[in-house]
C-alpha cells in the first residue's frame, strides 16, 4: 500500500456519490483511517472535504490511476459544478436521512438545504423524530407547497450554479423572508397548546417569551400554523437554510418560490402585515432587490394602502351615520315619552 501502484479492491461510487462519503467506505476495508486513505491515494496531507469541494486535474488523474476509476467519475464525486456562493451550504453529511439508503452513504443532493426527497428512491426524507412533512403539514396542502418548494429549488439550483436567474438573487429574496416585521410578541392563542389554569401558571414564563416574528410566516401561512411555536423563528438571511431544520428548510424554499413567480405581490402582502418599524425593517431588506421591482412595489402599495385608508374612512363614516340615526332615534323616543 505505500507504493503508488494500483489498489486491488476498489468499490465503485454509488450513484451521486461525493469523495467524503466514499472514502470514508474505502477506508476501513483496508483498516485506514480516511486521512490515511486519502495519502495512500497519494494525497497526503490533503483535506477529503477540500478535495471534493474542488479537485484539481492532476489530484482527479491520481486518484483515477490508483482506483482504476475514471476521471469523469472521480470528477463527478466532486460539487466543481457549483459556484463559491454554495459552499457554506453544503453539509459535511447528509442532512436527513433517507429510509432506504445505506446509512453509511453520502449524496451530493442530500448535502443542500433544498432537497426533501431521496434523488435515487424518491422517498420523502425524515426530520430527527422520524417525522415527514407530509405529516406535518397534511397532504392536501403538502402537496401544494411542494410545487412551489419545486420552484423555489430550481432557482436555488441555478444560484449556486451562478447561472443567470433573472434579476432578483437568493440571498435578496432571503433577506426579506427573514426580515423581523412585526415586533415580537409571545405566543397567541392558536399558537398555544390547550392548558389547565395550573400549567398556565407553571409555564407562564413560555407563554409570555416574546416570539420574533418573520415575513416567512406571512408569504408562507401555512408553515406558521404548524411550525412548534419557540422554533418558529428562523436565522436571517442564508443562514436560515444553512442551519434550518427540515421543516424551516421546505418552508423556506416554498417560500422563495412564491415570491419569485410573483416578487410584487409577495412583497406587497409582507408590507401590509408589517407594524410601523417592522415596515421600516421590510424596506430595508428590499432596498437589495433590482430598481424596477421596487418601483412597482411602491407603487402598488401606495395604492393598496390609499384603498386601505378609503375603506376604513367609509366604514368610519358608515358608524358614524350609523350613530347619529341612533341618536336620533333615541330623542324621538325620548321626546316620544315625555310627551
Ligand atoms: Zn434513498
Request: hydrophobic share 40%; aromatic share 8%.
Given at each position: 500500500?505505500?507504493?503508488?501502484?494500483?489498489?486491488?479492491?476498489?468499490?465503485?461510487?454509488?450513484?451521486?456519490?461525493?469523495?467524503?462519503?466514499?472514502?470514508?467506505?474505502?477506508?476501513?476495508?483496508?483498516?485506514?483511517?480516511?486521512?490515511?486513505?486519502?495519502?495512500?491515494?497519494?494525497?497526503?496531507?490533503?483535506?477529503?472535504?477540500?478535495?471534493?469541494?474542488?479537485?484539481?486535474?492532476?489530484?482527479?488523474?491520481?486518484?483515477?490511476?490508483?482506483?482504476?476509476?475514471?476521471?469523469?467519475?472521480?470528477?463527478?464525486?466532486?460539487?466543481?459544478?457549483?459556484?463559491?456562493?454554495?459552499?457554506?451550504?453544503?453539509?459535511?453529511?447528509n442532512r436527513l436521512p433517507c429510509p432506504h439508503c445505506?446509512e453509511?452513504?453520502?449524496?451530493?443532493?442530500a448535502?443542500?438545504?433544498?432537497?426533501f426527497r431521496c434523488?435515487?428512491h424518491?422517498m420523502e426524507f425524515h426530520d430527527a423524530t422520524g417525522e415527514t412533512l407530509s405529516a406535518r403539514f397534511g397532504s392536501?396542502?403538502f402537496?401544494?407547497?411542494?410545487?412551489?418548494?419545486?420552484?423555489?429549488?430550481?432557482?436555488?439550483?441555478?444560484?449556486?450554479?451562478?447561472?443567470?436567474?433573472?434579476?432578483?438573487?437568493?440571498?435578496?429574496?432571503?433577506?426579506?423572508?427573514?426580515?423581523?416585521?412585526?415586533?415580537?410578541?409571545?405566543?397567541?392563542?392558536?399558537?398555544?397548546?390547550?392548558?389547565?389554569?395550573?400549567?398556565?401558571?407553571?409555564?407562564?414564563?413560555?407563554?409570555?417569551?416574546?416570539?420574533?416574528?418573520?415575513?416567512?410566516?406571512?408569504?408562507?401561512?401555512?408553515?406558521?400554523?404548524v411550525a412548534p411555536?419557540?422554533t418558529?423563528?428562523?436565522?436571517?438571511?442564508?443562514?436560515?437554510?444553512?442551519?434550518?431544520s427540515l421543516l424551516q428548510c421546505f418552508?423556506?424554499?416554498?417560500?422563495?418560490?412564491?415570491?419569485?413567480?410573483?416578487?410584487?405581490?409577495?412583497?406587497?402582502?409582507?408590507?401590509?402585515?408589517?407594524?410601523?418599524?417592522?415596515?421600516?425593517?421590510?424596506?430595508?431588506?428590499?432596498?437589495?432587490?433590482?430598481?424596477?421591482?421596487?418601483?412597482?412595489?411602491?407603487?402598488?402599495?401606495?395604492?393598496?394602502?390609499?384603498?386601505?385608508?378609503?375603506?376604513?374612512?367609509?366604514?368610519?363614516?358608515?358608524?358614524?351615520?350609523?350613530?347619529?340615526?341612533?341618536?336620533?332615534?333615541?330623542?324621538?323616543?325620548?321626546?316620544?315619552?315625555?310627551?
Amino acid at each position: 500500500m505505500t507504493g503508488f501502484g494500483r489498489l486491488p479492491v476498489v468499490y465503485p461510487p454509488e450513484v451521486d456519490e461525493r469523495l467524503s462519503s466514499w472514502a470514508a467506505r474505502m477506508a476501513p476495508f483496508y483498516a485506514m483511517t480516511v486521512s490515511e486513505f486519502v495519502a495512500a491515494l497519494g494525497l497526503q496531507g490533503q483535506d477529503v472535504f477540500d478535495l471534493e469541494w474542488r479537485l484539481s486535474e492532476g489530484q482527479g488523474a491520481l486518484i483515477a490511476a490508483r482506483t482504476g476509476l475514471l476521471p469523469e467519475a472521480v470528477q463527478a464525486m466532486t460539487f466543481r459544478e457549483l459556484g463559491p456562493q454554495a459552499r457554506m451550504m453544503i453539509a459535511r453529511k447528509n442532512r436527513l436521512p433517507c429510509p432506504h439508503c445505506p446509512e453509511d452513504l453520502h449524496r451530493k443532493a442530500a448535502a443542500l438545504p433544498w432537497r426533501f426527497r431521496c434523488p435515487v428512491h424518491g422517498m420523502e426524507f425524515h426530520d430527527a423524530t422520524g417525522e415527514t412533512l407530509s405529516a406535518r403539514f397534511g397532504s392536501d396542502h403538502f402537496k401544494k407547497l411542494e410545487e412551489y418548494a419545486g420552484a423555489g429549488a430550481t432557482h436555488l439550483d441555478a444560484w449556486v450554479r451562478g447561472a443567470g436567474q433573472g434579476d432578483l438573487g437568493v440571498p435578496e429574496v432571503l433577506q426579506v423572508l427573514t426580515a423581523r416585521h412585526r415586533r415580537a410578541s409571545p405566543p397567541n392563542v392558536d399558537e398555544q397548546p390547550r392548558m389547565s389554569l395550573k400549567d398556565r401558571r407553571d409555564y407562564h414564563d413560555f407563554l409570555t417569551t416574546p416570539i420574533i416574528r418573520q415575513a416567512l410566516t406571512v408569504v408562507v401561512p401555512e408553515y406558521d400554523q404548524v411550525a412548534p411555536v419557540l422554533t418558529k423563528p428562523v436565522r436571517p438571511g442564508l443562514h436560515a437554510l444553512t442551519q434550518g431544520s427540515l421543516l424551516q428548510c421546505f418552508s423556506l424554499t416554498a417560500g422563495i418560490g412564491r415570491i419569485v413567480e410573483d416578487p410584487v405581490a409577495r412583497a406587497i402582502d409582507v408590507l401590509l402585515a408589517s407594524d410601523m418599524n417592522g415596515q421600516e425593517r421590510v424596506r430595508e431588506a428590499l432596498r437589495s432587490w433590482p430598481l424596477s421591482l421596487r418601483r412597482s412595489i411602491s407603487a402598488r402599495f401606495w395604492r393598496a394602502e390609499r384603498d386601505e385608508k378609503a375603506h376604513q374612512t367609509a366604514e368610519k363614516t358608515a358608524r358614524q351615520r350609523q350613530s347619529h340615526k341612533y341618536r336620533l332615534i333615541q330623542s324621538h323616543k325620548y321626546r316620544y315619552r315625555i310627551s
